[in-house]
């Protein structure tokens, strides 16, 4: 390892906007290694706990590895993209191993009185709370049938950009960003209460 | 899964997703006429866009699903905690409240499990921390609560309360079943309003009172349930899941400030509105507003602007002052009301017995006004009416009559303006007063229950109003008692990132995120020792060598830097080359420095000059840390992982991989043998592991957080410092078995970063904030102990102060000098258990009795017993009294009777005749000439000194035990099994007060004076529930409690002549003594929170009184004790360390002649 992290993500960054697309595959361990500690000093600042804001913490990671020169609007877009992308995907990952974590835990106890076929039959998502491993099933079968959703709410939910920012980084008009959002969330509500009920 | 939308159901769903329910109901009528499942696709997709909310997929913040569905109720016999379910009794907003037996002690209890689903572990702690505030309730009136924990049910800990279970009826109800008369039903109120008035007191407002939260017991008395719990009116609280229906049950208790959602107003009176609303409901048997089949907004509007129906016109008799005092309640301006829930009880009270009320005199004034003011109304709003013509020609007839009579009445309006600004000036102190009050009983809560914050931003900011209160100065000496924090201050404005100190314990270096300056700080005062700029840079990690010369510092930017912490001078910077630093170490001989770096590689540099020696790679993420065994055989690495690493401390080859940990590793270290490695992670546990084969010995754990910091003590225990607490480990048998966790200290604040001076003594924690607290970790230095001997039965303490004695369980009394608690001189003085020890006044004998039947008197100056009578009858620690010029002693003796005696010679100068009840104690009155008696009969009694003939005599509600007379003899203070305190006027031994707080046996009170006008009186009491309390008796409030031996019961209490020094002995076989005005002086050293996050009212320009105050207190020179004859040194060199057997019949030595008091 020849360099800092920072100066690896920029590296890439530049590769990738030169065209070079294996190099977007280097990216993502770095993000994911930055986020995750990120991450894990949150946690630790809010004890073990559940709540975490990717949108604060994506932003922080970028700062991190690429500086806040790197948000200045005459940069290209382009590179900026690729590390949401990358943001994206790891933070994913971060939250569904969260949830994993959790969910073992809590079945693991000798005590548990939460038993899976208990749950009554109406159980619904509850407005703040996600069900994050549900979340991920879920989205990877709206990634298998339109993929161009699934990309915006990649970008919008687990990288936490704006409309306007998603559209640059997808090269899409706000417009469709923004329905393209507001279907993908009806349509995952939809499911992941279909999920809730075992259907 | 379902297939994604078509296309058209998608256009369609867009459409329509910002349109209302008609127009889409139109759209789709049109559209979809004859496309049903295009219509089921749009109206399904319409539907859960709805339904998802705004929250759904929240890109700001993410929360984990927490559990799936509701939670189950637990069954009958299972078990959480020490409690056994027996049944449910509801479910309310929070949770399930079951009916549950506690095993210890045995009784049934109401357990409310706490719903785990919605509240996050720092929500959960500010609950513990309410339920521990509201555990400190302790009223009749008040359903208690017993206990606030979590029960780890495997599942996570599971937080529960548990509460007093109240067997009784609603208080409507039962007033109704009973058919009680107006007057019992306005008294039940009044007591509701005592229980109220304390937790009020205590700054803790119910917000929720009404019939269903007040049940009345069999035996009549009235319990408020629900105080506080589970309620907080903060937006990020738990949050009160009210459904509509339980809404429309309250709202009619709701009062106007409530109901107009203005959080910010609601208060005391608040609650003294519902009260009001409870009172009328009772006695109308119907509500003031009738809000029956009106809407929310209706009821709401009807409640904040209608005046309730008088009380009189649904029963004549009520007419009068029980109208207007329930008028006064529910005043819809809260400034009209009763200010406090006092003031209404007392009303209320004066109603019953037909005594004028407070409320008449202004509220007459008030109707007037009120009158006056809808008068304006009708001007402006009708115009030119009949009514504004007469007003207009009234005040055209009046100016035109004469002079002398305008004058005539604007005096009186002068004179009536005045009254009135009186009452409201009165009235305003009076507020204040109580607000005050309030502020600090609830920052007294909040220190014992361990939020140190909150308690030093309510009283601090108290302080600050009025520098002289004596209530603050006792609140803040018992806080830190209690928190044994010797400094607090403030050591950087960012959050802190790295503190150590030195290996002599004397200096704490610190350093914080952004800030280029390295503090050194002396420990333990806190005092500011030097500071080096590195420059710009921020620093990551610090390290020192081991004879703690030289400081090495790891920057962000990877550099390396090491400075001499003697001179404050940089020895040199190098770079590490790859990353930014997070962690650094000098190997044991100082020769090299490892730094850890954000690349997971190690890098070596010289640490003479800095230059790279070796680097090697660790793996792909940050080394968190490293550190070294003492004889550098070892050295142990950490990354963000669960594993730790332990390596050759000369090769740097792994050894051993320690996996256990179910969360990342933050701290790690070796015993001071080297034997054993102790690791402290994120999943609250620290684990301690062999060093030479690597495997896991035992895992402690810490309920408190990430264990962050871990260090060994010289004595082979280990501290190790959480979020919020620190605990200490004791020595453990090494292969399983639990270890001892001791003492922690327990904060609510989360702490970043800890470090403990070199032998332990101290430590400081340096919080997020860049606040830094110094703790005292063992002994205390402004409590004294007296060890040795069984269990204690009496103390006493020499006018001076000088010299404390204490007798124990198997009668031998030891004498210790107060200050140092070195033992002096031990004495077999009686055979078998003595109760009774006293110092003579103005004189050099010691008296103490036993339960041998002897009362002995010593020569303090050599030592030697001069009299002893035979017939003494020691039950309580008051059976016997010296007068308060010393020639006279007072006793119980055996045959229930009462004698006095002279001193000198022993002459008897009156007795009584044997009685039918146990004699129990016996106190002269100041002036000498009346004797405060106790017999088992459960009354006081004044006795004539030189006959012992009854004066006058009081039944108290339990048996009393002992007595003690205000200085200028017009108050006794009696203490004894009724728990209470009470403050009786002498000599018509009418009670006047009470002194509520303690709840058990008071077997021993002590009073001083104090020389301070706002405080003249100190007054002291021990109780079987194990507090020492200070108590100011003319308000009737306690200044401050303190817990010498937590869990023992605190026998006896004796303070000196100067209320210096107070001496308590415990049932454990302690007995200490607390320096109260080193307590009171050692406030002077914990500087004041940041005046930014005081209270509102208090501005930062106020900050300096405090200073002023701090400074004035440290100048203050010490009470000079008074001289008297108990001198330590005689008495060590009477050369008695080792008492003999305890005496028998005869005395150990010929008893004396002895020549006067």
């Given amino acids: 390892m020849a360099q800092n992290p920072t100066e690896q993500v920029t590296l890439l960054l530049s590769r990738i906007a030169a065209g070079e697309a294996h190099a977007a595959a280097n990216l993502l361990p770095l993000v994911y290694d930055e986020l995750r500690n990120l991450a894990a000093a949150r946690m630790a600042k809010e004890q073990p706990g559940l709540t975490l804001e990717p949108t604060a913490l994506v932003h922080e990671a970028y700062i991190r590895l690429i500086g806040a020169e790197g948000g200045r609007a005459d940069q290209k877009w382009d590179g900026r993209a690729h590390f949401f992308g990358a943001a994206a995907i790891a933070m994913r990952r971060i939250l569904v191993e969260r949830a994993r974590r959790a969910a073992s835990l809590k079945r693991g106890g000798h005590m548990s009185r939460v038993e899976l076929a208990d749950e009554p039959a109406n159980a619904t998502v509850a407005p703040d709370e996600v069900d994050m491993v549900a979340l991920d099933r879920v989205m990877e079968g709206l990634k298998a049938q339109d993929a161009r959703k699934h990309e915006v709410v990649m970008l919008r939910y687990f990288a936490g950009l704006t409309i306007e920012e998603t559209s640059l980084a997808l090269d899409l008009s706000p417009a469709t960003v923004k329905n393209e959002w507001t279907i993908a969330r009806a349509w995952l509500h939809r499911e992941l209460a279909r999920e809730g009920s075992g259907v | 899964m379902n297939g994604m939308p078509s296309t058209r159901a998608e256009a369609l769903f867009l459409d329509l997703v910002e349109a209302d329910a008609a127009a889409r109901r139109e759209r789709l009528d049109k559209e979809c006429a004859d496309d049903a499942p295009l219509r089921a696709e749009v109206e399904s997709l319409l539907a859960h866009h709805d339904g998802a909310g705004v929250r759904f997929l929240d890109t700001n913040k993410i929360r984990l699903m927490a559990a799936h569905g509701n939670e189950h109720s637990l069954e009958p016999e299972s078990r959480i905690g020490g409690y056994r379910i027996l049944g449910t009794l509801g479910q309310g907003g929070m949770g399930i409240v079951y009916r549950a037996q506690q095993e210890r002690p045995r009784r049934i209890v109401a357990l409310k499990v706490i719903r785990r689903a919605s509240a996050s572990p720092s929500l959960l702690r500010r609950f513990e921390h309410e339920a521990e505030m509201l555990g400190r309730l302790q009223h009749p009136g008040i359903a208690q609560i017993y206990e606030a924990g979590r029960a780890d049910t495997g599942q996570g800990p599971q937080p529960f309360i548990a509460m007093e279970l109240i067997q009784g009826r609603s208080l409507t109800e039962y007033g109704r079943e009973r058919g009680l008369g107006w007057r019992e039903r306005m008294s039940l109120v009044a007591q509701v309003c005592d229980a109220v008035q304390h937790a009020h007191q205590r700054g803790i407002i119910h917000r929720d009172l009404k019939p269903s939260n007040i049940l009345v017991n069999e035996s009549g008395q009235p319990k408020v349930l629900d105080f506080g719990v589970a309620r907080s009116d903060d937006a990020d609280a738990l949050t009160l899941h009210t459904g509509i229906g339980e809404l429309v049950g309250t709202l009619p208790y709701m009062s106007p400030e409530q109901v107009g959602g203005r959080s910010d107003e609601i208060d005391t009176r608040t609650d003294v509105y519902s009260l009001g609303v409870v009172l009328y409901e009772l006695l109308a048997e119907r509500l003031p507003h009738d809000l029956s089949g009106l809407s929310l907004p209706e009821a709401a509007r009807k409640v904040r602007e209608d005046d309730p129906a008088r009380l009189s016109t649904t029963n004549k008799v009520l007419r009068g002052d029980v109208e207007t005092v329930v008028s006064k309640a529910l005043e819809r301006d809260r400034s009209r009301r009763y200010q406090t829930a006092a003031e209404f009880g007392a009303d209320i009270r004066r109603c019953i017995t037909g005594e004028p009320i407070q409320a008449k005199a202004d509220s007459a004034m008030y109707v007037l006004r009120k009158q006056l003011r809808r008068y304006r109304g009708v001007v402006i709003g009708a115009g030119v009416s009949v009514a504004a013509l007469a007003v207009f020609t009234a005040l055209l007839y009046s100016k035109s009559t004469s002079n002398a009579r305008l004058a005539e009445s604007e005096r009186l309006q002068a004179a009536r303006a005045n009254i009135l600004l009186h009452e409201v000036t009165e009235a305003e102190r009076k507020a204040r007063a109580e607000l005050t009050a309030s502020r600090i009983e609830q920052g007294r809560l909040f220190a014992r229950a361990g939020n140190l914050r909150a308690a030093e931003g309510l009283i601090w900011s108290e302080h600050a109003r009025d520098p002289e209160d004596p209530y603050t100065a006792w609140a803040l000496a018992e806080t830190y008692t209690r928190n044994p924090c010797v400094r607090a201050f403030r050591a950087h404005n960012n959050p802190a990132r790295a503190a150590l100190t030195t290996p002599d314990g004397r200096t704490l270096i610190t350093a914080a995120e952004d800030d280029p300056v390295v503090r050194f700080w002396s420990l333990p005062d806190g005092v500011s020792t030097g500071e080096i700029d590195t420059g710009s840079a921020q620093i990551n990690a610090m390290a020192l060598d081991a004879p703690g010369l030289r400081l090495a510092l790891v920057r962000r930017d990877g550099a390396a830097e090491v400075w001499n912490t003697q001179t404050f001078r940089r020895v040199f910077t190098a770079c590490t080359g790859d990353a930014s630093s997070e962690s650094v170490t000098f190997t044991p001989d100082g020769r090299y420095l490892l730094c850890g770096t954000r690349a997971g590689s190690i890098v070596m540099l010289s640490a003479t000059d800095g230059s790279r020696l070796a680097g090697l790679q660790v793996g792909r993420v940050n080394v968190n840390g490293l550190v070294y065994s003492h004889d550098g055989s070892r050295l142990a690495v950490w990354t963000p992982e669960r594993i730790g690493r332990l390596w050759n401390g000369v090769t740097l080859e792994p050894v051993h991989v320690l996996r256990g940990h179910n969360d990342w590793i933050h701290s790690a270290a070796f015993s001071p043998d080297g034997s054993v490695l102790a690791t402290g992670s994120a999943d609250r546990s620290v684990r301690l592991w062999d060093v030479d084969t690597g495997a896991p010995l035992s895992r402690l754990l810490s309920p408190n957080g990430t264990v962050n910091t871990l260090r060994w003590l010289e004595d082979g225990s280990l501290l190790s410092c959480g979020w919020h607490s620190i605990d200490r480990w004791y020595p453990w048998p090494v292969h399983g078995g639990p270890a001892l966790r001791e003492a922690w200290i327990s904060q609510s604040e989360q702490t970043k970063v800890f470090a403990c001076g070199g032998r332990g003594e101290y430590g400081a924690t340096v919080r997020a904030d860049g606040r830094v607290h110094i703790w005292r970790l063992r002994g205390a230095e402004r409590i004294t102990e007296y060890g040795g001997g069984s269990e204690r039965s009496a103390a006493a303490i020499s006018p001076s102060g000088r010299v404390v004695a204490v007798s124990d369980q198997a009668g031998v009394l030891r004498l210790y000098e107060a200050n140092r608690g070195e033992l002096l001189a031990a004495i077999p003085a009686h055979k078998g258990r003595s109760r009774y020890v006293q110092f003579q006044p103005g004189g050099r004998l010691l008296a103490t009795g036993g339960t041998d039947r002897y009362l002995r008197l010593w020569d303090m100056t050599t030592g030697s017993l001069v009299r002893e009578w035979n017939d003494f009858h020691n039950i309580s620690g008051s059976s016997g009294c010296f007068s308060p010029d010393g020639s006279l002693i007072a006793s119980c003796g055996p045959g229930y009777r009462f004698r006095v005696r002279r001193v000198d010679s022993g002459a008897e100068v009156a007795t009584t005749e044997p009685m039918r009840d146990e004699a129990i104690s016996v106190h002269f009155s100041p002036d000498g000439r009346t004797l405060a008696t106790i017999r088992r009969d459960v009354a006081v009694e004044l006795r004539r000194t030189d006959t012992l003939e009854l004066v006058s005599r009081s039944l108290l509600r339990a048996q009393p035990w002992a007595t003690q007379f205000s200085p200028d003899g017009t108050r006794l203070f009696v203490s004894g099994w009724h728990d209470d305190v009470f403050v009786l006027d ?118 300096s009184t405090l200073l002023q105050w701090a400074s004035r207190a440290l100048r203050e020179p010490l009470i000079e004790p008074p001289i008297d004859m108990y001198d330590p040194e005689v008495i060590r060199s009477w050369g008695r360390l080792t008492p003999g057997a305890p005496s028998g019949s005869g005395p150990p030595t010929a008893p004396a002649e002895i020549d006067g008091g």
């Fill in chain 2, 986 to 1103: 002498v000599p018509s031994l009418s009670i006047e007060r009470a002194l509520v707080g303690h709840f058990a046996l008071v077997p021993s009170l002590a009073c001083v004076e104090t020389g301070d006008p706002r405080l003249p009186l100190l007054l002291a009491s021990s109780s079987s529930d194990g507090d020492v309390r200070l108590w100011d008796w003319r308000s009737g409030r306690c200044l401050a409690t303190f817990q010498p031996a937590p869990g023992w019961e605190a026998i006896c209490v004796a303070m000196d002549n100067a209320g210096r020094r107070l001496v308590s002995a415990h049932s454990d076989g302690g007995a200490v003594s607390w320096d109260l005005s080193a307590l009171k002086r050692g406030i002077a050293g914990n500087v004041p929170p940041e005046p930014e996050r005081w209270l509102p009212g208090v501005s930062p320009a106020e900050g």
